[in-house]
């Protein structure tokens, strides 16, 4: 098994990671690829990430805007909207809170309001981000995607598809460390899904370990991504259900250690079985 970061610092906590920790998703949008318009209405999203924290999530995860294949962009505004009550709620309610965002304005509230963490899908491209994280101390999520959700699914290619997204991830660890962002306070995702064909995807995840290995906290996002139907033929929800628990043990073992999940039982099991065997190593 390969050396994981053991520690997470987020808004001055230090998040002990050498169990995996579960994130669980939380969509407020109306289109999102898996459960697009089931939690539009404040009070249930509240209920469901509480639910999460209930069941083994040790972070919410908030997204206001789509980021499935081929989703179009929404106003600042709307996003705002949607995704300042449920952090609110939440944060009232003492979960830990992460903004799924890519826009300065969302991000910036979501912190006022409480959230610890920042994931942004477009890896801190926009300067603008950068500055709102630099002058927090909370944790940053930096993901890789080929192209923009509108393109991304068109026709991603790669030479060396690891090689090609660790060099990226560890440039945007550079450009946040550079900019002022702790170390200790960056996380990676490798954006299983995001501009990737199913062999892609599934090229990235049978190599975590050569992310792992650069002491940052690595974080897997494959819950109910399409290749995992394409693997197994079943694209029931339960049956993707499954299938991401699978994912979430095995990269367990190649050194990640946060997994964003819808379901966090199934993930929860399966974390805790990887966990005990790798303990018995």
């Not at 993901?143 to 990226?168: L, N, R, S």
């Not at 954006?191 to 892609?200: P, S």
């Amino acid at each position: 098994m390969t050396e994981a970061a053991s520690i997470w610092s987020i808004s001055g906590e230090e998040l002990d990671l050498s169990s995996g920790v579960l994130v669980g998703v939380l969509n407020v949008t109306p289109d999102s690829f898996s459960d697009g318009g089931e939690l539009t209405d404040p009070e249930a999203a509240i209920a469901q990430g509480l639910e999460m924290v209930e069941m083994g999530a040790a972070i919410v995860d908030v997204g206001g805007e789509s980021t499935r294949p081929g989703a179009r962009p929404v106003a600042e505004s709307e996003e705002l909207r949607r995704t300042m009550p449920v952090v609110e709620g939440l944060v009232a309610a003492g979960a830990r809170v992460s903004i799924d965002t890519s826009k300065p304005g969302a991000a910036s509230s979501a912190l006022l309001a409480g959230a610890v963490i920042v994931n942004d899908v477009t890896g801190f491209r926009d300067e603008a981000m950068i500055e709102v994280v630099v002058e927090s101390d909370c944790g940053v999520v930096a993901m890789h995607m080929q192209g923009t959700p509108a393109d991304m699914h068109i026709d991603p290619k790669y030479g060396d598809v690891v090689a090609e997204v660790e060099a990226y991830l560890l440039e945007r660890v550079d450009r946040l460390e550079q900019a002022g962002v702790g170390r200790e306070r960056i996380a990676i995702d490798p954006g299983i899904g995001f501009g990737k064909r199913a062999r892609h995807s599934l090229t990235l995840l049978a190599n975590l370990d050569r992310l792992a290995r650069h002491g940052v906290p690595v974080m897997v996002g494959t819950s109910r991504k399409g290749f995992l139907a394409k693997v197994t033929g079943d694209e029931t929800r339960a049956g993707q259900d499954r299938a991401t628990g699978i994912t979430t043990a095995l990269a367990y073992t190649l050194g990640a250690r946060l997994f964003r999940v819808h379901d966090v039982a199934k993930s929860r099991d399966a974390l805790a079985v990887a966990g005990a065997i790798v303990a018995n190593q």
